[in-house]
């Protein structure tokens, strides 16, 4: 086999969906598997599709995924320039060389004619497609005398380069994942290769550059699987060796109906892009959702393809090691949005205390809150397994940080008993007078004076977690106390006192 070279070809316009991203992913993992090279090519050929930024996010997301580039626009490379605007000239004299072979040719019909054409061709329930079948009635080269043709180009005449298929040919070709297929090229049409700005359409350039740039698999998505006969035309025409193919299923809804959108997303609340996309109509990214890279990786990784084992949690480097394009699916994927939170959950499951104390240190001093390192590792300690992001924290633990000011009513009928003001204005007292506050300490010394006083232990923890908490959710409570202090649990007690009581009436 030759070395390996694939290469992640997106279209700067706009952020990247996470089925690019797997694209990326899958092109990378299949590259390091094999020792072999993972290019990015920048395809900017489209003028009118161009979005300012979405190079700029295309990198950083490829970044933030930890999948590096080994040849690229910033990483240079033997095959520069690696951004198809700065590669035009190339483009030009691919497309003569076609035109001179005789399997390309010169079209002069303009937009609007082309546009009448198409309508009528619909009134009569027909499809218009420009190739064999007319393209001797339509203006452009072929159907036209050879000087008349020349004074149009000399003319300055506006025109475009299509390329010229087979009338009736069985074209064969093959994909990794899909295995042997034939089309005939009767139904195809004859696709614009030169555009009349100067420009290569996406169809020249992309096999001009695969060709040149000596790429052994062309690893893309399955939207391009209906352009291969006509890449597989152009080598030919080319005399250039064709690479293989693998064409990746798509990323379904959730509910399985059709290609997962910004939309979907919008509407079930998850992100459908690595990063946030801060330019005209923004969108949500998993990273900025807390997501961690390798637990987003993992997650696309297993969202097309599967190991064939039960194995779940992989990194970058097993991923290498596992991967394989004839495990890919054939079928489309549907995306998990809680399958992706459980990833999440199992990543952060696996951090140290003391780096998520400091993640969440971050979190509050954004909000305000300043605290040591090693306070915030014994809260994290307390509820981390509840949570899946490092926000999650702050949902599990506010009231560590600001005292209830806001009560369940329902609650506070059903759990704040008429005796509750009383104990709990005694439970102060023997608070107050605690020689120690740890939670082991106030935890033996409560129970038995609960005991002692024969008072309901649930009454008791009950209306103290009302006072302390604000509902009757969190950890062990005496972990809650020891936690945020004597002084703050007697005052708490004592504006639950005052509050709790007028909340019942
Ligand atoms: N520029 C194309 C895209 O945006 C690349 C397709 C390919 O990989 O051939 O998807």
Not at 84 to 113: C, H, N, W
Not at 266 to 277: A, H, N, R, S, T
Not at 292 to 313: D, H, Q, R, S, V
Not at 499 to 505: F, P
Request: hydrophobic share 40%; glycine share 8%.
């Amino acid at each position: 086999m030759h070395k390996v070279r694939v290469r992640f070809a997106p279209s700067p316009t706009g952020p990247l969906h996470i089925g690019g991203v797997r694209t990326a992913l899958y092109n990378y993992l299949f590259a390091k598997k094999h020792h072999g090279v993972f290019i990015l090519r920048i395809e900017d050929t489209d003028q009118a599709r161009f979005v300012e930024g979405a190079e700029g996010y295309i990198i950083e997301a490829l970044r933030w995924c930890g999948i590096t580039v080994d040849e690229g626009i910033n990483e240079g490379g033997n095959y520069a320039p690696y951004r198809q605007s700065e590669r035009k000239e190339i483009y030009r004299q691919y497309a003569d060389m076609l035109v001179e072979k005789g399997d390309a040719y010169y079209a002069f019909d303009t937009p609007d004619q082309l546009e009448k054409m198409r309508e009528a061709a619909v009134a009569e329930g027909r499809t218009f497609i420009y190739n064999a079948s007319n393209r001797g009635m339509l203006h452009n080269s072929l159907s036209m005398k050879e000087d008349e043709c020349e004074r149009l180009l000399a003319s300055g005449e506006q025109y475009v380069i299509r390329y010229k298929m087979p009338a009736e040919e069985e074209i064969h070709f093959n994909d990794l994942i899909r295995g042997n297929m034939v089309v005939n090229t009767g139904t195809l049409d004859d696709k614009v290769l030169f555009k009349s700005d100067g420009m290569p359409t996406y169809h020249l350039a992309n096999i001009v550059d695969d060709h040149l740039m000596e790429i052994s698999h062309v690893i893309r998505g399955e939207e391009w699987l209906p352009s291969l006969p006509l890449h597989v035309l152009m080598y030919r025409s080319f005399g250039c060796e064709v690479p293989a193919f693998a064409h990746l299923p798509l990323i379904l809804k959730p509910d399985g109906k059709g290609k997962l959108s910004k939309r979907d997303g919008d509407k079930m609340g998850f992100p459908v892009f690595p990063l946030y996309w801060p330019y005209g109509e923004t969108a949500k990214g998993y990273r900025e959702e807390g997501y961690y890279p390798e637990a987003f990786i993992n997650m696309l990784a297993l969202l097309g393809w599967n190991p064939g084992t039960e194995k779940e949690i992989f990194s970058m480097e097993e991923l290498i090691e596992a991967f394989s394009i004839e495990r890919v699916h054939k079928a489309g994927s549907r995306f998990d949005p809680d399958k992706a939170r459980w990833f999440n959950h199992i990543y952060l499951q696996q951090k140290e205390n003391k780096q998520l104390a400091i993640e969440f240190r971050e979190f509050l001093r954004a909000r305000g809150f300043h605290y040591d390192i090693i306070r915030l590792e014994k809260l994290v300690a307390m509820v981390k397994e509840r949570v899946s992001f490092v926000k999650d924290l702050w949902t599990e633990t506010d009231f560590f940080f600001e005292s209830p000011d806001a009560w369940d009513k329902d609650i506070v009928a059903k759990r704040w008993k008429p005796e509750s003001p009383v104990i709990l204005a005694e439970l102060r007292d023997t608070m107050a007078n605690l020689p120690d506050f740890s939670a082991e300490e106030t935890e033996k010394i409560v129970k038995s004076w609960i005991e002692a006083k024969g008072y309901s232990t649930g009454l008791v923890m009950n209306s103290l977690r009302l006072v302390v908490v604000g509902a009757l959710r969190g950890p062990h409570l005496f972990d809650i106390i020891s936690w945020i202090g004597r002084e703050e649990t007697l005052i708490r007690i004592d504006k639950g006192i005052d509050t709790l009581g007028q909340i019942q009436k």
